[in-house]
Structures are given as structure tokens and as C-alpha cells.
């Protein structure tokens, strides 16, 4: 008896200084995050703030796709691509992609044609109903001309680098396409302190836990914490494609491509005019758009220089890298001419 009682006193003051404890760290935990709070202290995970203080779009997808703007009605996070076009939304169709949706079992005679890009490719926002400038589908438009067969999909998405661009091919080839279309280089040459394949390895950001714990001051602080343990050393800016890792993505989409007997064509990425901010793309585009030609020639396939096509043509563009829709048409006329032997 006197053990039973023993046993339910040392149980019951388990409970209490349990709960004392449970409690006095709660409060504290509050207290911290309260002050936190008052001295608006934030932190963002891997948020970019060198080039004229612009967000790091992988940062922005892959934590806050939740909130209300284009991140919410048009891409949402994905682990294997960093983000993604929300299927059936207002930028893509049902498969993911801009364009006419293609029929599961391909008609004999027809011809599909994949441009994979960026933003340049992807083209003006828009929302159902209209038809956004884009050159891919304006290079539909003059196929169709011809002939009904063609289809042009754009898999182009903005903010996207050859690394993402290599991925999503690789889940376009079950579409079957015939011909692809390939333009980057803008994106990948983008400077952060990490690199798409680093970025994306993170075994921490690719758990929910992080979009749980960034929305508390606690969460953001030990976040910050994680990330300056496991950043040491890797400070400095970095692109987000090295030219190494560029060649051979493309090189990758070219062997793909010549593997499935799939035609590809290479596009060097348009701009206009050099930069004063050491760390803008401008000022490291030209050595993308050169290792594209070396890529084309090394490998045999078709290179379209659009860089050149466009150079000081001031005129076609909307900002230093992106086309009004005049530019657009311009493009897809020159991609037309470009391919249509290829098209026999």
C-alpha cells in the first residue's frame, strides 16, 4: 500500500513539474516570439535582394505560392521543377502547357512542335478568353498557313533556367513532339548565392515543415539559423546555371532529342544593351548565347541566332530581354524561316 501511494505521489509530481515545465517553455517560446515580433524581426529563406532588390523567384514559389497574385492563380511549388505552370489555371492548359491541348493518341500525319524557354518563350500574361502575345503562337498561325497538321505547344515558363528547362522536357517526351524548339540562357545566368542543382537538392526545402515554420518569427529565426550552418562558404553570388552546367543541358536535350528521333534547334536568347550592375544578366548573356552556337555546331544541329536578328533593335522590345508583340511575330517569322525545311 505505502508503495502504491509512493508510486502515485512520485506520478503526480511527475505530472506537475511536467506541466510546470511544459508551461514555463511555452511561455518563454511566446515571450521570444513576442519579441521578436515587436522588434520586426523577418527573415526570408534564400531571398535575393542584389539586383535592384528583386525577389528570388524559387524562393517566392516554392514559399509563398499560397498567397493571392500570379504565384497563386498561375504557378504552384513543385519539388521536381522548383515551380510550375497550376494545370487547367489561367497561364496553361490541362497538361501544363500554353496552347492547344494535345490528343493523347497522336493522328498519323501530324506534326507537334515543343518551344521550351523562358519567359521570352511563354510570353504576356493573359487570362482565359484572350490569346496573350507569344511567339510560339504566332509561329502556329504561319504553319497553319500551310498546313493544318502543325501544332506549336509552348512549354515556355517564366523565370525558368535550362535546369528546370531539361526536366520539364523530359516529361514533354511522352507527348511525342516531332520537332523542339529550345531557348534559354537569360535565367540560368541570373547570379544567387545558390545554384539551381544546389537549390533544389536541399532535402530541408523540399519538406512542408518550411512553410510551416516561416510563418512564425520562431520558424524565420530558426530557419535563418539552418541556412547560415549550412550555407558557410557558399556566401558569394553564383549563377544559377554555370556555363559548364548549360553546355550540357543543352548538350542532354540535343541527345534526347536525336535519341527519339526528335529534330532539335537551338535559339540564342535576345536582349538589348550592356548593364552597369556587375551582376545583371545583360552583362553575362553574351557567353550563354555563345555557348549555344558552340553547342549547335559541336553537336550538328540547327542553331537560329535571335540575338543577332534582334542586336540594337531597340523597337521590339517591352525591357532589355522581353518583346512587345510586334517583336513577337518578328520572332516566330524568323523561327518559321528558320525550321521550314525541316518540316518536309
Known amino acids: 500500500m505505502q508503495w502504491e501511494e509512493g508510486s502515485i505521489r512520485f506520478i503526480r ?8 515545465m511544459t508551461a514555463a517553455v511555452l511561455c518563454s517560446l511566446l515571450m521570444v516570439e513576442g519579441t521578436l515580433r515587436a522588434i520586426h524581426y523577418t527573415y526570408t529563406p534564400l531571398r535575393i535582394q542584389v539586383i535592384n532588390q528583386s525577389s528570388e523567384w524559387r524562393d517566392y514559389f516554392k514559399f509563398w505560392d499560397e498567397q493571392a497574385g500570379v504565384g497563386n492563380q498561375e504557378f504552384v511549388y513543385d519539388p521536381f521543377l522548383i515551380w510550375r505552370p497550376r494545370k487547367g489555371g489561367l497561364f496553361a492548359n490541362d497538361q501544363g502547357y500554353r496552347g492547344e491541348k494535345l490528343p493523347a493518341v497522336k493522328q498519323a500525319g501530324s506534326v507537334r512542335i515543343f518551344a521550351i524557354g523562358d519567359s521570352n518563350t511563354a510570353g504576356w ?11 510560339p503562337m504566332y509561329l502556329e498561325q504561319l504553319l497553319r ?6 501544332t506549336v505547344t509552348n512549354a515556355g515558363v517564366w523565370g525558368y533556367s535550362s535546369f528546370q ?9 511522352p507527348l511525342k ?28 526545402r523540399k519538406a512542408n515543415v518550411d512553410k510551416i515554420l516561416v510563418k512564425a518569427r520562431l520558424g524565420q529565426l530558426l530557419l535563418a539559423v539552418v541556412d547560415k550552418l549550412t550555407l558557410t562558404g557558399k556566401d558569394r553570388l553564383v549563377a544559377r546555371v554555370d556555363l559548364e552546367e548549360y553546355r550540357a543541358n ?13 529534330k532539335p534547334v537551338l535559339l540564342t536568347r535576345p536582349f538589348i544593351e550592356a548593364s552597369s550592375d556587375r551582376w545583371w544578366i545583360r552583362n553575362f548573356l553574351p557567353a550563354y548565347n555563345a555557348t549555344t552556337i558552340e553547342v549547335a555546331r559541336r553537336t550538328g544541329v540547327r542553331a537560329i541566332d535571335i ?30 524561316e ?3 525545311d525541316l518540316l518536309q
Request: hydrophobic share 40%.
Open 13 to 20: 509530481a511527475w505530472l506537475i513539474n511536467g506541466s510546470i
Open 145 to 150: 498557313k500551310d498546313s493544318s497538321r502543325f
Open 165 to 173: 528547362g531539361l526536366r520539364r522536357f523530359k516529361e514533354a517526351l
Open 177 to 204: 513532339p516531332d520537332i523542339v524548339l529550345i531557348s534559354f540562357g537569360a535565367n540560368d545566368a541570373m547570379r544567387h548565392p545558390l545554384s539551381d542543382a544546389d537549390f533544389s537538392n536541399q532535402k530541408i
Open 125 to 135: 500574361p493573359g487570362w482565359p478568353g484572350m490569346d496573350p502575345p507569344n511567339w
Open 338 to 340: 528558320g525550321i521550314v
Open 307 to 336: 540575338y543577332e536578328h534582334f542586336k540594337d533593335e531597340a523597337r521590339y522590345f517591352s525591357d532589355e530581354s522581353h518583346f512587345t508583340e510586334e517583336g513577337y511575330r518578328r520572332m516566330a517569322r524568323i523561327v518559321y
Open 250 to 262: 543543352l548538350a542532354e536535350m540535343v541527345r534526347l532529342s536525336n535519341e527519339r528521333g526528335i
